[in-house]
């Protein structure tokens, strides 16, 4: 009787994953973890914020104006980083017939058309000072500005389709296509002549900064990290109410 109770305890232990692929399932789920990221970003930002404009050093050649860095540096980053995000889960979606997925994708959208903008815009900030204009053709500005596009075509596309089905296939399409404008983007200061400059951080080198500066940009990067991670819980939320709105709404007609 024992080894029975044993067993069956084991049984009730395992979690299944997968029955959050489910929209109905993964709502509450959503609704427990975005005031965790919210609280949490909002803690690393405004830390981040702190040790960016009032703790790092000022810069012997670039003065106080490369402080915008602070924003800059991890907005692009997650520009990149969501739209490869968004066009795996369209892609999922595409191969897996996932709703969930689909909803993922378009709540990613919105996120990283905004950080692209927060990208572009400080970046001529950026630009001014160091370049003497506000904007150039420079091989990296002009595919990051291609991204944006990419993000505004994408639910733009979603939106023009009436039919939810096809609307989720065509955008996927679009996304998994433009995807390729990313590894453009981060390469772009090695395959050409540029005025941007080359990474501020790499992975196969020591960083080019003090200490209390890429402490400063990494603490930014976690906190717009868990930002995304509330806000794209919510849009997604909101399309899952609003699809079943609108599948109750057909039902009784």
């Known amino acids: 009787m024992k080894n029975i109770d044993t067993k069956t305890d084991l049984q009730r232990l395992k979690f299944n994953w997968l029955q959050f692929a ?54 692009a980053w997650f520009s990149m980083f969501l739209y490869l995000l ?25 996120t990283g058309a905004m950080f692209t903008l927060v990208a572009l815009v400080t970046g001529s900030l950026w630009g001014k000072p160091m370049w003497g204009a506000w904007w150039v053709w420079d091989a990296r500005l002009t595919s990051e500005l291609i991204l944006l596009f990419l993000y505004i075509g994408y639910f733009s596309l979603k939106a023009a ?13 679009l996304a998994i296509v ?18 941007h400059q080359g990474a501020s951080v790499s992975l196969t080198q020591a960083p080019a900064m003090a200490a209390v500066m890429l402490k400063g940009m990494l603490v930014m990067t976690i906190g717009f990290w868990l930002y995304s991670i509330a806000v794209v819980l919510m849009r997604v939320r909101a399309e899952i109410l609003e699809r079943d709105s609108k599948a109750a709404m057909l039902r009784l007609d």
């Open 161 to 173: 389709i009436d039919d939810k089905n096809r609307a989720d296939k065509a955008s996927a399409v």
């Open 86 to 110: 968004m066009a795996l889960y369209a892609g999922l979606g595409l191969v897996l017939n996932a709703r969930l997925s689909y909803m993922m994708a378009t709540a990613i959208a919105p």
């Open 22 to 75: 489910s929209p109905k399932t993964f709502y509450p789920l959503a609704g427990k973890i975005i005031p965790w990221c919210a609280a949490g970003a909002a803690i690393l930002i405004a830390y981040g914020l702190y040790l960016g404009l009032l703790v790092a050093p000022t810069d012997f050649q670039q003065g106080e104006g490369y402080r915008i860095i602070f924003v800059h540096v991890p907005a």
């Open 178 to 195: 433009g995807a390729i404008n990313v590894p453009i983007i981060y390469f772009s200061v090695k395959w050409w002549n540029t005025l």
